[in-house]
């Protein structure tokens, strides 16, 4: 049986995605070398071990897996490992679909009936383009329910950790979490300047310019998005770090004013929006 997968090529650059595991990125490569972290496509188990992959409707965690919004209260089933929390909504846990393709371009979309997951219905689609210098997606959402929505959207890079790997981020402040991995207070930090190597975050950044740079020994990156946070996770023991461009600080729905942390409520037909781009020079 064959993979489902599909594959975009520009120039030097390869995009190989899978649709049928949450409209994830399998890989990206400038001819042989990883951008992302890389797996080849039909080899690819799930949206977890790939490179990149949707973050719809909420990033990070969702607080005990219970929220409450215009006075009714939801919960959500559990969907990671043995969390407390979910995590990352429900776009990178559902198959996606080929609305249409051509050698530069291609739109998934992945259609959501409110349930156990997540209790109001939507629509989402990933607009991929890839030119010989970047990649760039684009997230469309439209709510399906017959109420407002809470809304965040965002995408999970995955970026294989170097010899030399760097961070150039500027932003206002970072969030600290407590115990049970939540953020609690927002402390000011105005960036992020130094080797993945010397850093152990696991924190949404708030404030964010709207422009990350990456580089190693062999490429330079720049990371842009519509949105103005970040979560940023360099953990010590892994062969990668993430730098996620999100609309929301994590579990936003939770504050006292969701709204003013990002969070968006999209009333019934409405829609939101978000893009990501990465530009790639290799040195």
């Not at 009714?72 to 559990?78: E, G, L, R, W």
């Not at 720049?222 to 929301?248: A, G, I, M, W």
Request: glycine residues 8%.
């Amino acid at each position: 049986m064959t993979t489902p997968h599909f594959e975009l090529h520009a120039g030097a650059l390869r995009l190989a995605l899978r649709p049928d595991l949450g409209g994830s990125i399998a890989g990206l490569w400038h001819r042989h070398l990883p951008v992302l972290r890389c797996t080849e496509p039909g080899e690819l188990t799930g949206a977890r071990q790939s490179g990149c992959f949707p973050l719809v409707p909420y990033s990070n965690r969702l607080a005990y897996r219970r929220f409450r919004w215009k006075g009714v209260d939801y919960s959500t089933q559990p969907n990671f490992d043995d969390s407390p929390h979910s995590l990352h909504g429900v776009g990178w846990r559902r198959p996606w679909d080929i609305v249409s393709s051509s050698a530069l371009d291609l739109v998934l979309r992945c259609r959501h009936e409110g349930d156990a997951d997540w209790p109001f219905a939507f629509e989402v689609r990933q607009y991929f383009t890839l030119t010989p210098e970047a990649m760039r997606v684009q997230m469309v959402f439209d709510n399906l329910a017959e109420i407002a929505q809470p809304v965040g959207l965002g995408w999970h890079p995955y970026f294989p950790k170097r010899a030399r790997s760097r961070l150039h981020i500027e932003f206002d402040g970072r969030w600290d979490s407590d115990a049970a991995q939540l953020p609690v207070r927002k402390v000011a930090q105005g960036g992020i300047d130094s080797d993945v190597m010397h850093l152990d975050y696991d924190n949404c950044f708030d404030g964010w310019r709207g422009v990350a740079r990456i580089r190693d020994e062999k490429m330079s990156l720049q990371l842009k998005s519509s949105v103005d946070r970040l979560v940023v996770y360099t953990p010590q023991q892994r062969d990668y770090y993430c730098v996620e461009p999100v609309s929301h600080v994590s579990n936003a729905i939770h504050m006292a004013d969701p709204q003013a942390h990002g969070l968006r409520s999209v009333a019934p037909g409405e829609s939101a929006e978000a893009w990501m781009q990465l530009d790639v020079a290799v040195l």
